[in-house]
């Protein structure tokens, strides 16, 4: 029904529309994914401010009419995360986040537990508590959206032999047997298999290796971008190809 209506939001992403508005992707509370309009945001005098960038938890009104897209009416700060924007293993580490939650979220879909571990990653970050944030919140994620990796046992045979390897066309840890059987199966050893498994039932900041948390983003990075089937763009910065 159109109309207005007031929410919670987190700011995704934004991108210019005509010489003075934008598109603003956010992750509201109640209301899941919204695109919507802000107008006249880029003019010198806009009333929005700096308000609507990306990280920013914000106090929106919106107006949603007939079309796809709703409207910004009115934006209050409730938390900036400047600091991520201040530091750069934040900023790449937060643009991981925000852009995993909108090329995985599906449009007005409600998920307040998906709100919730993003602004619960976002404050890790801003807090300083980075260690591992990138792939605690990428499994954390998987798993509430439908994706969790088995991490236990063989995901193929379902046994408890040692396990060896990841893949991510058959849903998470394999066996030295079937790893060498699954061509598309990645090496990964088994402390960072434990690793993962610990990060998916961790508060954020779990300490570790900085190398073994590599190995278990680049992982992770291979098992999210084969069930999304579309590029994850900042996990490049942080685990090339």
């Given at each position: 029904m159109p109309g207005l209506y007031r929410d919670e939001a987190i700011v995704l992403k934004t991108i210019k529309l005509g010489e003075a508005d934008r598109i603003v992707t956010v992750f509201t509370r109640g209301h899941g994914?919204?695109?919507?309009?802000?107008?006249?945001?880029?003019?010198?005098?806009?009333?929005?401010?700096?308000?609507?960038?990306?990280?920013?938890?914000?106090?929106?009104?919106?107006?949603?009419?007939?079309?796809?897209?709703?409207?910004?009416t009115a934006a209050d700060i409730l938390s900036s995360f400047d600091e991520l924007r201040a530091d750069y293993a934040r900023l790449t580490a937060g643009a991981v986040a925000v852009e995993v939650v909108e090329k995985i979220t599906e449009e007005r879909e409600r998920s307040p537990s998906v709100y919730a571990l993003l602004l619960a990653g976002l404050e890790s970050l801003a807090q300083g508590r980075c260690d591992n944030v990138v792939p605690a919140f990428l499994v954390k994620l998987l798993s509430l959206s439908g994706?969790?990796?088995?991490?236990?046992?063989?995901?193929?045979?379902?046994?408890?032999?040692?396990?060896?390897?990841?893949?991510?066309?058959?849903?998470?840890?394999?066996?030295?047997?079937?790893?060498?059987?699954?061509?598309?199966?990645?090496?990964?050893?088994?402390?960072?298999?434990?690793?993962?498994?610990?990060?998916?039932t961790s508060d954020f900041g779990y300490p570790s290796d900085p190398q073994a948390g590599l190995d278990v983003t680049a992982a992770l990075r291979s098992y999210a971008e084969y069930h999304l089937e579309r590029p994850l763009k900042s996990l490049r910065f942080l685990v090339p190809a």
């Open positions: 994914k919204v695109r919507a309009v802000a107008k006249g945001i880029r003019k010198t005098k806009s009333r929005f401010g700096g308000r609507l960038e990306p990280f920013s938890r914000v106090d929106l009104m919106l107006y949603k009419g007939k079309g796809a897209l709703d409207t910004i994706y969790h990796p088995q991490l236990q046992v063989c995901v193929s045979c379902g046994t408890g032999a040692l396990l060896s390897g990841f893949s991510a066309a058959a849903g998470g840890a394999v066996c030295e047997e079937c790893g060498r059987v699954d061509r598309g199966a990645q090496r990964l050893a088994p402390d960072r298999i434990a690793l993962l498994a610990r990060l998916l």
